[in-house]
C-alpha cells in the first residue's frame, strides 16, 4: 500500500473518531511513568530548540510552530517528547507551559488534523497525556474534560489503527490504549483486547533469547518499560495479564542486566543512548527478577565484568534498518561509575548528516580502514546494503583473566582483508589489554589484497585504530607520543600503550547525547597504521596506574566535569 493511501486511512479513521460518543472525565489519574531531562525543560523555557542540528531562538512558539522543523522536529513535536522534559523540570513555569501547549495542541489539531495522526506518533501522544495526566488536569474541571475528550478520541484511532504501525511502534500503540482504557471513564471495553494483542506483539518481536530486531539497547529498554508498566497498569486494576507478555518481561531482564555498565547506562550502540536509566531501574527493580547475567552473549554482545570494570563488546552483524551503524567489534568500558572508552552515539537528534557521521566505523572504538566502514551505506544514507560478518566470536577463563577473540569479514569483499580483535580484561579488573589484526586469509582474499596493494602504488592500506573517550576523561600524551595518561572525573588514574607499527595522536572526537542541547567536545586516542604485505597488527593496552587503589570513594569532583551546556 502506497504512503499516500496509508495517510488517508489514517485520516479518515481520526475524523470517525470524532464520531463516538468522547470520554468526559478520568476514572482514575494514572501513575507518571516516565520523566525527561530538566536540562532540555530550561530550554523549552528559554525559547531554545535543536532543529535539523541547529540551535533556533523561537521564544514564545510551540514546538509545531517553530521554523525550518525538518521530520525529526515533527515528530518530537506531534509526540509530545517535549511533555515529558517539562515535566522532568516540574517547577510552575514548566508546568504552566506544558498545560498551555497541550491544550493548544488540542484546539488546533485535535479533531485529525495536522501530521500527528500516524498511529506511532498518536501512541507516543497518548502514552504521554497518560504518564502526566495529573500535571495536565491540576485545575480540574475544564482541562481534565478536554484531555479526557482528546485522549479518547486518539483511543479509538489506534484501536482501528495500531496494526499498520511498524516493529515497537505497535506495542507502544497497545500499551497506550490498555492505559486509556484503564482511566477514562467509559472506555473500559478496549482493555481486554489490548492486554491480549500485547502479549502477542511481545511474544512476536522479542525472541526466544530476550533481543529485538533493531539491536539498540536503547530501544530493548524502551520496550521493557512500556511492557512493565503495562503490567503493572493491569495488575493494580487487578486484570489478567497475558502469559507471553510476562514471559517477554521475563526474557529481557537478564539481557538489559548484561547489556548495562557498572555505571548503570545503557551501551550505545545502534542508535541507542543512555537516557533512560532511571525508568528502566524502577521497570527493573518491578519485574520479577531472574539471575542476573553478568557475562555471556546478549543480543549479540559479549560483556566481560571484573571488579569495577566492564567492558561491552558488539560481537554481532548489525541490523539492516536504517538505524543500525558500522559498529561492529566496537567495545565500550566503564570504571565504577565512570564511562571511559565510548561510542560517539547517534547524532539522529542533530539531524541527517550528524546522523550519517554517527553510524560510520570511525564514531565507534574499533579498527576502520581509511575511506570504508565495515558496513556501508546505500546511497540514500539510510539501508545498509554491505554489511560486515562476524565470522567467529569465541569466549573463555583462564589465569590471565577473560578472554574475547572475535573475527569479522567487512572488508573482504572491497580489499580482501578480515578484521580479527582479541580482548582480555585481567582477574583484578585493573588492565584491559587488546591485540587487532588485518589479514588477508583465503587464496582469494589474497589475491585481492594483492590487487589493492598494486594499485596504491607502494602507499599500502592505511587504516586507523580508535578509542573514543568520554567527555569528563581528561588525557595527556606521555612518553614521547607512546603513551597516553588517563584521568577519571573519580580520581582514578589510567594508562594507555601501544606496540606495534604505528603512530599516536589525541585527535578531536564528539560525544553524542541527547541530555545535551548540542554535540560535546571530547578526545579520541588513535593510532594510524598502514597494511603493507598480507597482515597488519596493533596490540595495546588500558592499566590503571599503581596509584590507583582497589577501592575509590568516588564522588563528583566539579574541577574534572564539563559545566552543563546553556541555551
Do not use: N
Not at 506511532?120 to 482541562?143: C, F, I, N, P, V
Not at 472506555?187 to 526466544?208: F, I, K, W
Not at 576523561?473 to 606521555?478: D, G, K, M, W
Not at 595522536?505 to 554535540?519: E, F
Amino acid at each position: 500500500m502506497s504512503d499516500g493511501r496509508v495517510a488517508l486511512l489514517d485520516r479518515l479513521a481520526a475524523r470517525r473518531a470524532l464520531l463516538h460518543r468522547p470520554a468526559r472525565r478520568f476514572a482514575t489519574i494514572p501513575e507518571p511513568a516516565s520523566l525527561g531531562l530538566p536540562e532540555r525543560g530550561r530550554w523549552l523555557l528559554a525559547g531554545s530548540f535543536l532543529v535539523e542540528g541547529r540551535l533556533v531562538q523561537a521564544p514564545g512558539a510551540a514546538p509545531w510552530e517553530v521554523p525550518g522543523a525538518g521530520p525529526g522536529q515533527t515528530a518530537e513535536a506531534h509526540g509530545f517528547a517535549w511533555l515529558d522534559d517539562l515535566a522532568g523540570l516540574g517547577d510552575r513555569p514548566a508546568r504552566a507551559l506544558a498545560r498551555d501547549w497541550t491544550f493548544r495542541w488540542i484546539a488546533r489539531f485535535g479533531r485529525g488534523r495536522g501530521p500527528g495522526w500516524t498511529p506511532a506518533l498518536a501512541a507516543r501522544r497518548l502514552g504521554r497525556w497518560m504518564s502526566h495526566a495529573a500535571l495536565l488536569t491540576e485545575a480540574q474541571g475544564r482541562d481534565q474534560a478536554t484531555l479526557a475528550r482528546a485522549a479518547s478520541q486518539t483511543l479509538r484511532f489506534l484501536d482501528r489503527r495500531w496494526t499498520t504501525a511498524r516493529g515497537p511502534a505497535r506495542i507502544e500503540a497497545l500499551a497506550a490504549i490498555l492505559r486509556a482504557g484503564l482511566a477514562l471513564e467509559g472506555m473500559e471495553r478496549h482493555v481486554g483486547a489490548a492486554a491480549t494483542a500485547l502479549g502477542r506483539e511481545a511474544e512476536a518481536q522479542v525472541d526466544a533469547h530476550g533481543a529485538i530486531a533493531s539491536r539498540s539497547p536503547e530501544d530493548l529498554a524502551l520496550l521493557f518499560a512500556l511492557l512493565a508498566e503495562a503490567e503493572a497498569a493491569l495488575t493494580a486494576a487487578g486484570r489478567p495479564v497475558a502469559e507471553p507478555h510476562r514471559a517477554a518481561l521475563r526474557r529481557i531482564a537478564p539481557v538489559l542486566r548484561t547489556l548495562r555498565h557498572s555505571d548503570g547506562g545503557l551501551a550505545r550502540f545502534h542508535g541507542g543512548g543512555r537516557t533512560v536509566a532511571e525508568r528502566v531501574e524502577r521497570a527493573l527493580a518491578a519485574a520479577t527478577a531472574p539471575p542476573l547475567r553478568t557475562e555471556g552473549a546478549a543480543m549479540g554482545y559479549l560483556r566481560l565484568s571484573v571488579g569495577r570494570t566492564s567492558v561491552i563488546v558488539d560481537a554481532a552483524d548489525p541490523p539492516a534498518g536504517p538505524h543500525g551503524h558500522a559498529s561492529t567489534l566496537g567495545f565500550e568500558m566503564s570504571s565504577g561509575r565512570r564511562p571511559v572508552i565510548i561510542s560517539c552515539g547517534s547524532g539522529r537528534a542533530w539531524g541527517a548528516e550528524w546522523h550519517r557521521a554517527g553510524r560510520a566505523t570511525p564514531s565507534h572504538s574499533t579498527l576502520a580502514i581509511e575511506g570504508f566502514s565495515s558496513s556501508r551505506l546505500s546511497r540514500s544514507g539510510e539501508e545498509m546494503t554491505e554489511r560486515a560478518r562476524v565470522l567467529s566470536a569465541h569466549r573463555q577463563r583462564s589465569a590471565a583473566g577473560a578472554q574475547l577473540s572475535l573475527v569479522h569479514s567487512g572488508w573482504a569483499e572491497t580489499h580482501g582483508l578480515t578484521h580479527r580483535r582479541e580482548l582480555l580484561l585481567a582477574p583484578d579488573g585493573r588492565s584491559l589489554s587488546g591485540a587487532d589484526t588485518l589479514a588477508a586469509l583465503t587464496a582469494a582474499e589474497k589475491k585481492r589484497l594483492e590487487t589493492v596493494l598494486k594499485s596504491a602504488g607502494g602507499q599500502g592500506v592505511r587504516f586507523a585504530l580508535r578509542f573514543h573517550l568520554h567527555p569528563d576523561v581528561r588525557p595527556t600524551v606521555e612518553g614521547g607520543g607512546l603513551c597516553v595518561g588517563l584521568r577519571l572525573a573519580s580520581g582514578e588514574g589510567w594508562s594507555f600503550q601501544f606496540e606495534g607499527e604505528a603512530r599516536l595522536t589525541l585527535d578531536p572526537s564528539v560525544y553524542l547525547d541527547r541530555t545535551h542541547l548540542l554535540p560535546r567536545a571530547t578526545k579520541q586516542i588513535v593510532l594510524h597504521g598502514v597494511l603493507v604485505s598480507s597482515e597488519a597488527r596493533i596490540g595495546w593496552t588500558f592499566a590503571k596506574t599503581e596509584d590507583t587503589p582497589l577501592a575509590i570513594r568516588d564522588l563528583d569532583r566539579p574541577d574534572l566535569s564539563d559545566p552543563p551546556d546553556r541555551p
